[in-house]
């Protein structure tokens, strides 16, 4: 057998096709053709139904949207002109507690009417359908505020009616990683979400340097929609938050998170700080310890977030204004243990306890509250330890005849006498205003009067 080259081969194919019959190379052509233009036609019809179903979904989910959207009107209509009957006919459960519930939510917003603190808008800040399952952010203006109510709804046969929230209903899951921090959250909760986790990822870190905590653990915030949850913390370093939007009528919406709620998490955080720059310290309640724990806290909170009440952190504040700013803070801090008492101030600073330039009312209305809460508790010996021994006896007549109410120190005078420095109370109890007196007995503040 020869060798064939490449162009003796190539001939060869072409002597084939040359001698193919021309009826029939038309014919496997239109076979061909017809097989396309099938395989075409296919084509164009699955993708045409395709398209007809989505337009008709599409057409389908927007007309759910807009009956939900002209529900959601029609109710915040009756809020405003006030028509019970047409509110409660929008209402469905079959929880009797629940439309209870819902009669007295109808009663608060005309109370805010009549007060001229509430603004009903028709604006609808988002409309979401998921089946038969659908939710409305319903815009409100309180006392010049933008708040958003959240409200849920079930598509029945007569339309959507408005029902109990559905925690399951809340987007889907999301995270922001800060630097050390990282806040997960419900796509619902995605303003809320995006407004705190600027703040609890500078609080962290800036919080730990003001008390001297060194290198804290990464924080997890999770948001959690629970109407019943309380900030507090569900692992060493995770700290879980209610979802606003579930914790009544209404959530803010500017600013998105409230002044309150901003307090309450920097409050939880700062529990935290403290915790991790004193090395988990045991705190005895019925030592100034306890009282100087919970200040530092309330003045970390503050500072943090820039608002507190200042008969709160008058004491600590007045520490940081006079002795060297938040170092001085933290030097008490690391000076503190379970059974301090306030001598632990002048310990930390080393100025003696009597000269300090300090807000003085809050740490006395303190002894004032131990006291009463050691005769609350039938314990006279620590009872005692908070007078001098020289007063023993007005010690006993109190310790019999307990102040009804606890007291409210209005003003301190200090002034030194032949045994010492003196600190005159003026105290209000009640309607009743009276004078007690202290002196720097041992180091400490010691009751005389």
């Known amino acids: 057998m020869g060798v064939k080259l490449d162009w003796q081969i190539e001939s060869d194919r072409e002597q084939q096709r040359a001698t193919e019959d021309p009826t029939a190379r038309y014919k496997r052509r239109q076979q061909q053709a017809a097989l ?19 337009l008709r979904l599409y ?28 509110f409660m006919a929008l209402m469905r459960s079959a929880s009797a507690s629940w439309i ?34 659908g939710r409305v952010l319903v815009e409100e203006d309180v006392n010049g505020l933008h708040f958003n109510a959240l409200w ?23 995270q922001i990683a800060g630097n050390v921090t990282a806040v997960k959250y419900d796509a619902l909760d995605s303003t809320f979400a995006h407004a705190l986790a600027s703040r609890v990822d500078t609080w962290w870190t800036q919080g730990c340097a003001l008390i001297g905590c ?32 579930a914790a009544g009528d209404r959530a803010p919406d500017d600013p998105p998170l409230a002044a309150d709620l901003e307090t309450t998490i920097a409050t939880r955080i700062s529990e935290k700080l403290f915790d991790l720059a004193s090395g988990q310290l045991p ?27 200042s008969a709160r952190i008058g004491f600590v504040q007045s520490i940081a204004d006079h002795y060297g700013g938040a170092s001085a803070v933290a030097a008490i801090l690391k000076q503190l243990s379970t059974n301090s008492d306030i001598s632990v101030v002048a310990v930390a600073l080393n100025q003696p306890l009597e000269s300090l330039t300090v807000d003085w009312k809050s740490f006395f209305e303190w002894r004032f509250e131990l006291e009463k809460n050691l005769i609350a508790t ?38 030194r006498d032949a045994s010492g420095t003196v600190a005159t109370l003026s105290v209000l109890n009640g309607i009743q205003t009276f004078s007690a007196q202290f002196r720097v007995v041992g180091g400490t503040w010691k009751r005389i009067a």
């Open 100 to 133: 209870k519930d819902q009669r007295a939510r109808f009663s608060r917003y005309q109370e805010l009417k009549t007060q001229g603190a509430l603004q009903l808008t028709d604006n609808i800040h988002d409309v979401t359908v998921d089946g038969p399952r």
């Open 214 to 245: 060194a290198n804290p653990p990464p924080l997890i915030v999770e948001i959690v929609p629970d109407p019943g949850l309380a900030a507090q913390w569900a692992a060493p370093n995770t700290l879980r938050i209610a979802s606003p939007l």
């Open 283 to 309: 705190i005895n309640a019925n030592s100034d310890a306890a009282w100087l724990h919970q200040n530092i806290i309330d003045w970390l909170a503050a500072t943090l977030t820039g608002h507190g009440s």
């Open 152 to 174: 849920f709804f079930w598509h029945y046969a007569d339309g959507w009616r408005h029902v109990p929230s559905d925690l399951t209903f809340w987007g889907d899951p999301q």
């Open 59 to 86: 057409t389908v989910d927007n007309k759910l949207k807009q009956d939900l959207s002209d529900v959601a009107r029609t109710e915040v209509s009756t809020l405003r002109i006030g028509d019970a009957p047409g």
């Open 36 to 54: 396309l233009f099938f395989t075409l036609l296919v084509i164009a019809f699955v993708g045409g139904l395709g398209g007809a179903i989505a």
């Open 378 to 415: 039938g314990d006279q010996r620590d009872f005692l330890t908070l007078w001098d021994a020289s007063a023993n006896t007005q010690a006993m007549q109190h310790w019999r005849s307990p102040y009804p109410a606890l007291p409210q120190v209005q003003s301190v005078t200090l002034a």
